[in-house]
């Protein structure tokens, strides 16, 4: 799997946008892009992901750009329960799905 | 529609000692994963499970090894417990048949071993 990188943490106000950047510059072809998260004491939690196009879903955007090196998971309006830390993934997604977790971004939503 | 279930939530043993980790998979999922949270670290995968047999497995020693069930739950081994060991212990499940860019994690709330 591709080698994702991502700041080790980031801070945003109740009711704005996040905005979390992934660089994944080694991608390949048939790689998606993947963005789970871990609010503290749980599992992680899928968000959503991609191939080139740009995502959205009930929780969160995913833009993707052109040359798929980076991309970006926007939460439109951040509450507190969105302080977690935000995992970027590269995978083939197929039948031998495994993830390989960096330490990803803490973000932290504050009032 | 109940998720990924584990047990126990959390245990203490001693060095040397065994143990064993319980999932119950989503209902509808096949295929059980198994992954290791050490403290300000990110899951580690350790093996993968379907049709009960181990189909990946991870950096992982031969102290850990797993089962799983015709009905799909799964369990996890660890022998001869070392203070290292001492982490959360994450089950997953999905669907193995599935396109690729299909397939999604579905975890857990994991199991927290503290081994003195």
């Known amino acids: 799997d591709a080698k994702t990188t991502q700041p080790p943490s980031m801070d945003c106000a109740e009711g704005r946008a996040a905005n979390l950047p992934c660089n994944h510059s080694?991608?390949?072809?048939?790689?998606?892009v993947y963005w789970y998260r871990q609010i503290h004491s749980q599992g992680p939690q899928y968000i959503i992901h991609?191939?080139?196009n740009n995502e959205t879903n009930e929780m969160a955007s995913l833009i993707i750009t052109e040359d798929r090196k980076s991309s970006t998971l926007i939460l439109p309006h951040a509450t507190l329960r969105d302080t977690a830390v935000y995992y970027c993934?590269?995978?083939?997604?197929?039948?031998?799905?495994?993830?390989?977790f960096g330490k990803g971004t803490l973000l932290t939503v504050n009032p | 529609d109940a998720g990924v279930t584990q047990s126990p939530t959390h245990l203490i043993k001693t060095r040397g000692q065994q143990v064993t980790l319980r999932c119950s998979p989503k209902?509808?999922?096949?295929?059980v994963s198994w992954y290791q949270q050490a403290l300000g670290q990110g899951p580690q995968f350790i093996f993968q499970?379907?049709?009960?047999?181990?189909?990946q497995r991870g950096n992982f020693p031969d102290r850990f090894s797993g089962h799983q069930f015709p009905n799909y739950s799964s369990e996890l081994n660890v022998n001869a417990l070392l203070l290292g060991d001492s982490a959360l212990y994450l089950c997953?499940?999905?669907?193995?048949?599935?396109?690729?860019?299909?397939?999604?994690?579905?975890f857990g709330a994991g199991s927290r071993l503290t081994v003195l």
């Open positions: 997953a499940s999905s669907l193995w048949d599935r396109a690729p860019g299909a397939n999604v994690l579905t």
């Open positions: 993934i590269v995978n083939s997604g197929g039948s031998n799905y495994k993830l390989t």
């Open positions: 209902s509808g999922h096949d295929t």
């Open positions: 080694t991608i390949s072809g048939n790689e998606y």
């Open positions: 991609g191939l080139k």
């Open positions: 499970y379907y049709e009960e047999e181990e189909r």
